[in-house]
């Protein structure tokens, strides 16, 4: 295991505990999404690009938005 495949584990450790410490459900979804790129990134060091490319579509563009848009939706029922 490379340098960089052990650096690339830790920042994924350190982004899943960064997900679960946020409070604010904006701030998780945005760091969720940080979280899904370092995924990808850890996916494609360890020599799988499709597995990396999936991931940056659907967890760091898609999850995040989804989120965001129905924490949007809950805020205006609310008013």
């Known amino acids: 295991m490379t340098a960089l495949q052990v650096a690339a584990l830790l920042l994924v ?5 960064a997900v679960v410490a946020v409070q604010d459900p904006r701030r998780q979804a945005l760091v ?3 979280f899904g790129l370092c995924l990808a990134i850890l996916f ?4 799988a690009p499709d597995v990396a490319i999936s991931q ?3 967890v760091t563009v898609g999850l995040p938005l989804m989120l965001l848009l ?3 939706a809950l805020d205006r ?3």
Not at 13 to 17: E, L
Not at 44 to 47: A, P, Q, T
């Open 77 to 79: 029922e609310d008013e």
């Open 70 to 72: 129905a924490l949007a």
């Open 32 to 34: 969720a999404g940080v």
């Open 44 to 47: 494609f060091l360890f020599r």
């Open 13 to 17: 450790a350190a982004g899943g505990t």
């Open 56 to 58: 940056i579509v659907v």
